[in-house]
């Protein structure tokens, strides 16, 4: 039993952290006991969609906060493990694995369960609810020819938008006859749906669904759809057994009054299992008024929950929509042009109730504000009008910016002002607003700008939480002796908040501490964790290397081996001259690097990746320099290094630069009399040209300056920061200047020379002594 009796929450999602935050903030020093249900800490379901990405996604990437800020802030954690009885007279909870929880007030945060409608053949289907969820309609989606989503809620359309950016082809399945009719009226609906299937996604109206069949989907009328995936997305219900049992007065969510107490005075409800006047919410915003109260209710401060006007917005890529309150009332006014519509709705007295804008959400924080605080206006229109032209100073500091996370204008500005904050990162981390679905940062970004008159913001913090840079963490790691991302935590608090640093400092730490460093594999993406690119599908891929682009008849039959005996769905020539193999699962992946004899590429990784090159002086009858011969041996000195952002260099035979060298981040050019080193060159999202750093007589001379500018960037760049945004930032001058200098060029080379000696060239050799026991097991829900 845990004996120290104080509050304890129940549910571990984004209610539940709200709470233990809120009750943290206005005392420090009451016992918080979290039980999640979920094997996960808190996460953010709003983006849960991600993990559905065609870039993939790790569930550690949703945590609200690292497991550090839970010991900083004193709250207890139990995950896995659910309250299967709650005693309040008693003031006991009992727990699924036999043990108690004692408690003086407990605040149930058990949220909602996925509302699945009597279908036969109704076992077949997946719901769209948690990360489990997620994992198995990935894999489903791999192998299907059409999937079928049914509901056209904000919910479904999120997941069919997913399913189709995975390459499968999907249609949403709607009962009624508009898409989202809560939040909609016609006219808008009526521009939303074609404004879905402009995305790949088919929309079928005024369909019920009558049964899932191993061919399809058959609806009331008789038809079907041909499809081998189906999710049902039509809503959720309140998890009210707990509750129910526990005696407690229940209707369609526990009942609360406006202190968001029960029918017992020792139990409140929060979030969506929560019914308060009647009203169920089954959206995020009014969790974070909720647990406001609920905190000010705990701490014994007088409080009222006045209800949450309803506000969505669908986030799919390419469409604007935000609505806040009725789509259809007394007095209405639309703003329509093309696929742009913006309605306001008011009451017979003038006052405010709803706004639905698509295609044009100019000004929505304004609107919202004005419906949320019931804004008299005698000319509606103008109201829109005015909201149109909206800037952030022009908010009221009531207007809330952020959804996800329920922060109003008033308290960003507060926070900028205090700190005082300098950069939009920090006022991210220490205010939260953005840092869900991140829609609201153009917004923060540009209160900041209006805080500080107009003046660039400050250079990047590594930590912002902290406020901490880069040079103050390197210094503080230097003169303590620090070697690994634990010691710093403890040493400055630096990843203790949100965690999101610890990635960057995993590599500062590294590259100052090069041997002596200690691997944390916590502060690693998954990508890094298992030394393999995860794809679309929760499969992984192998990309061996390949120096110079140049391989051998063996190496190639090996390749065919492993792609054939693993089978393998695809095998991919790269644009850096190597081979791809696509589709492995993870618990393959020590055996495929045994059968391939290769060392890694590091295709995953922030590091050196790989270096380009044409066939030079060895056919071309062009060539200048032995383009191939200076590319491995490029390749081979600089494999194995991390870096700031991922490296891509190349070597070309002669300017005709059949390899590309201008556009990467290190580029060798052969010319008439030597060579010409270019460096911080783009051509992916952003293209550019790289900048001449030197031209030199000897290919020598050209890799020893590659070679030194490589260590400069490694020192100096931020986190995630590009060769070519690095050279933005501080200018050729000053790097030609450092590079080229024969006695700082010598102590970079030393440097290089250290951290070399101290990489690892091949990570796949873990294949032999895994970190730990479950490294390389199967995801969970994978195929």
Not at 119 to 138: K, S, T
Request: proline share 5%.
């Amino acid at each position: 039993m845990y004996a120290r009796p104080g509050i304890l929450v129940v549910g571990g999602g984004i209610a539940g952290q709200a709470v233990c935050e809120a009750v943290r903030d206005r005392d420090p020093d009451v016992s918080i006991t979290l039980v999640c249900g979920e094997p996960h800490r808190p996460y953010d379901r709003v983006r849960l969609g991600s993990l559905l990405a065609p870039e993939g996604g790790d569930v550690e990437a949703l945590r609200l906060r690292p497991d550090t800020w839970y010991e900083d802030a004193g709250v207890r954690v139990l995950t896995g493990v659910r309250v299967t009885e709650l005693d309040p007279e008693l003031g006991r909870a009992a727990l699924a694995d036999g043990t108690d929880v004692v408690f003086d007030h407990a605040v149930l945060c058990t949220g909602s369960d996925p509302l699945v409608p009597p279908l036969d053949g109704g076992g077949g289907a997946h719901v769209f609810r948690d990360p489990a969820d997620c994992d198995a309609i990935r894999a489903a989606a791999a192998g299907a020819r059409r999937a079928a989503v049914i509901g056209g809620g904000l919910l479904g359309l999120e997941a069919a938008h997913a399913l189709a950016k995975l390459g499968c082809p999907t249609t949403v399945v709607h009962l009624v006859d508009r898409l989202m009719e809560r939040q909609l009226d016609g006219p808008a609906a009526a521009l939303l749906a074609p404004a879905i299937e402009r995305l790949g996604v088919d929309v079928r109206l005024t369909h019920a669904s009558r049964a899932i069949t191993p061919t399809g989907l058959v609806f009331d009328d008789g038809s079907e759809l041909e499809c081998d995936l189906v999710v049902v997305a039509v809503g959720v219900r309140p998890h009210v057994e707990l509750a129910r049992a526990a005696g407690l007065e229940v209707a369609r969510g526990v009942v609360v009054d406006d202190r968001l107490v029960t029918s017992h005075p020792k139990v409140l409800a929060v979030g969506e299992c929560a019914e308060h006047r009647g009203v169920v919410h089954g959206i995020v915003a009014p969790i974070h008024d909720q647990a406001q109260v609920a905190a000010q209710t705990l701490a014994g401060s007088p409080c009222a929950y006045a209800g949450s006007i309803p506000t969505a917005k669908l986030k799919v890529m390419g469409i604007d929509l935000v609505t806040a309150g009725a789509a259809e009332g007394p007095r209405e006014v639309v703003d329509a042009a093309g696929d742009s519509y913006r309605k306001l709705v008011a009451d017979p007295d003038g006052r405010v109730i709803g706004a639905v804008l698509l295609g044009d959400a100019r000004g929505a924080e304004l609107l919202i504000d004005a419906v949320r605080t019931a804004r008299e206006t005698d000319d509606p229109l103008a109201l829109l009008a005015e909201a149109s032209q909206a800037t952030a100073a022009e908010l009221p500091d009531s207007a809330q910016v952020c959804n996800c996370n329920g922060v109003c204008k008033g308290a960003i500005v507060e926070a900028i002002r205090e700190g005082p904050l300098g950069s939009t990162q920090e006022v991210v981390s220490v205010t939260r607003a953005g840092a869900g679905c991140g829609s609201c940062k153009p917004v923060v970004s540009e209160l900041l700008k209006l805080e500080r008159d107009g003046a660039a913001e400050e250079p990047a913090y590594l930590c912002p939480c902290r406020r901490l840079t880069r040079e103050q963490v390197a210094q503080l790691v230097r003169e303590q002796e620090l070697t690994s991302v634990g010691e710093v935590a403890e040493a400055c608090g630096a990843g203790r908040d949100c965690g999101a640093c610890k990635p960057g400092l995993a590599y500062l730490v590294s590259e100052l501490q090069a041997g002596r460093f200690r691997e944390e594999r916590h502060a690693r993406f998954i990508n890094d964790r298992v030394h393999a690119n995860i794809q679309n599908d929760g499969t992984f891929s192998v990309v061996p290397r390949i120096r110079g682009g140049v391989v051998t008849p063996d190496e190639l039959r090996r390749i065919a081996d492993v792609a054939d005996r693993y089978e393998l769905p695809m095998v991919k020539i790269t644009g850096g001259q190597r081979i791809d193999l696509l589709g492995a699962r993870k618990e393959q992946l020590p055996a495929i690097w045994e059968d391939l004899g290769m060392p890694s590429g590091h295709a995953y990784a922030k590091a050196v990746r790989t270096v380009k090159t044409c066939v030079g002086t060895d056919f071309c009858r062009f060539g200048l320099g032995d383009a191939i011969a200076v590319g491995i041996e490029l390749e081979r000195a600089m494999e194995g290094l991390h870096t700031p952002h991922k490296v891509k260099s190349a070597v070309s035979g002669c300017p005709r630069n059949c390899a590309e060298s201008y556009v990467k981040d290190i580029g060798l050019v052969a010319v008439d009399g030597g060579w010409e080193i270019y460096v911080g060159g783009a051509a992916g999202g952003t293209v550019r040209k790289g900048d001449l750093l030197a031209s030199v007589a000897s290919s020598d001379e050209a890799i020893r300056i590659a070679l030194a500018f490589l260590q400069h960037y490694r020192e100096r760049a931020e986190h995630l920061e590009r060769t070519y945004a690095y050279l933005q930032r501080v200018g050729i001058d000053g790097v030609r200047e450092a590079v080229l200098d024969p006695a700082e060029q010598a102590a970079l080379i030393e440097r290089y020379r250290i951290a070399k000696a101290a990489s690892d060239p091949d990570p796949w050799r873990e294949r032999d002594a895994p970190v730990h026991p479950r490294q390389f097991a199967e995801l969970d829900g994978a195929r």
